[in-house]
């Protein structure tokens, strides 16, 4: 009688120790006591600078209808939109160059989007345009492009139309994080004109929203690795991990009664 109340006991421990803490499957969860709160938002970003390899939206309003002409071209029929940009954008060379309508090439690389319409204005007003009055210039990215892999609903590559996406919204579209996947240490590998970084998020506290990296940017490569308890196969709820070992426990007990008899 001794043994059975002894596997049971072990049984219990295992299940308790082995499953997910609930506060690691949470998302900004706060360290006090739940009240209404007013959480202040990393609002002013770093704008972004542009990298090899994306793709510029420029759109030009003036009198001269013939130079809208070429960077305004008519869409074609049963294109999609990113297929729009992929043809008729401004794709930035291995050395940083765009190719402009009139004006040539143009170096990019590490400018901002402001930054971009600013070089083109000048450039246009200095040949082609007297009047300031006659121009207006855009210049945007085709949306927020990045890519999740990892413990995700649906890993892959994504492109939002919005001028800011947040963490949460991108894993959101993404089908979210099973309760496999570890929240408190995403990784967001983030690239740069010197190389790629990556930066540690955790999306289990309400302080993620005051982080630096909790707006993602354009070519961010969002990671969720799992769970330890995922890899050894254990479960990530108390159900589940009590199945599991009782189990084993149970399987073990047969060999322990049939050597002993």
């Known amino acids: 009688m001794r043994y059975p109340i002894i596997l049971l006991l072990l049984v219990i421990i295992a299940s308790t ?83 402009v309508p009139e004006l040539g090439e143009i170096n990019v690389l590490g400018r901002t989007t402001d930054e971009i319409r600013e070089i083109i204005e000048k450039r246009l007003l200095a040949d082609y345009i007297k009047d300031e009055a006659d121009l207006f210039v855009t210049v945007k990215l085709p949306g927020i492009r990045y890519t999740l892999v990892g413990e995700i609903g649906a890993s892959g590559t994504q492109n939002v139309l919005a001028e800011k996406v947040s963490i949460l919204e991108a894993i959101a579209n993404a089908g979210g994080v099973p309760l496999t996947g570890d929240l408190t240490d995403v990784l967001i590998i983030r690239q740069y004109p010197g190389g790629q970084r990556v930066h540690h998020v955790d999306l289990t506290t309400i302080d993620v929203m005051q982080s630096p990296y909790y707006y993602i940017q354009p070519n961010d490569i969002i990671t969720v690795n799992p769970l330890p308890q995922k890899a050894i196969g254990i479960g990530t709820t108390g159900l589940q991990a009590f199945t599991t070992i009782l189990g084993l426990v149970t399987t073990l007990a047969s060999v322990i009664l049939l050597a002993t008899r």
């Open 17 to 99: 120790a082995s499953c997910v803490p609930l506060k690691d499957i949470t998302y900004l969860r706060e360290t006090e006591r739940a009240t209404d709160s007013i959480v202040s938002l990393q609002q002013q970003q770093p704008p972004y600078r542009v990298q090899i390899g994306d793709i510029l939206s420029i759109r030009l309003k003036a009198l001269d209808q013939q130079l809208v002409g070429f960077f305004n071209p008519s869409s074609n029929g049963g294109v999609s939109l990113d297929e729009g940009f992929y043809y008729d954008g401004f794709a930035i060379d291995t050395h940083g160059n765009i190719r």
